[in-house]
Nanobody, 127 residues
Framework: QVQLVESGGGSVQAGGSLGLSCVVS????????MGWFRQAPGKEREGVAA???????TYTDSVKGQFTISKDNAKNTLYLLMNSLKPEDTAMYYC?????????????????????WGQGTQVTVPS
């Protein structure tokens, strides 16, 4: 059973940085399409960043240049480095994984295309 465990969330002042980690068990991260998603209270879960098995990345427009997704195959860990954080970045952040290649039906930032999910880690940027 694939398990994803996030860590690294917390409260940070606006303009600060935070790094999230997601450790994957049972299979190598090199086999998965992986992504970071976030969900703010009262809003739908949205895709933030994704990375394919070969390391190619995709970002939603609102975080381009601000967030960086990466992975360490040796540590079986997915990362999200978040810089210049804003109050609107406040949300529960989830990592997700799926074996299937992305497609027009399941583009990289579509949450419906991911089978495996972590429990989430809270990021709060007070206004």
């Amino acid at each position: 059973q694939v398990q994803l465990v996030e860590s690294g969330g917390g409260s940070v002042q606006a303009g600060g940085s935070l790094g999230l980690s997601c450790v994957v068990s049972e299979y190598s991260v090199s086999l998965f399409w992986m992504g970071w998603f976030r969900q703010a209270p009262g809003k739908e879960r949205e895709g933030v960043a994704a990375i394919d098995p070969y390391g190619s990345t995709t970002y939603t427009d609102s975080v381009k240049g601000q967030f960086t997704i990466s992975k360490d195959n040796a540590k079986n860990t997915l990362y999200l480095l978040m810089n210049s954080l804003k109050p609107e970045d406040t949300a529960m952040y989830y990592c997700a994984a799926d074996f299937r290649a992305r497609s027009t039906e399941y583009p990289p930032l579509n949450r419906n295309g991911y089978k495996y999910w972590g429990q989430g880690t809270q990021v709060t940027v007070p206004s």
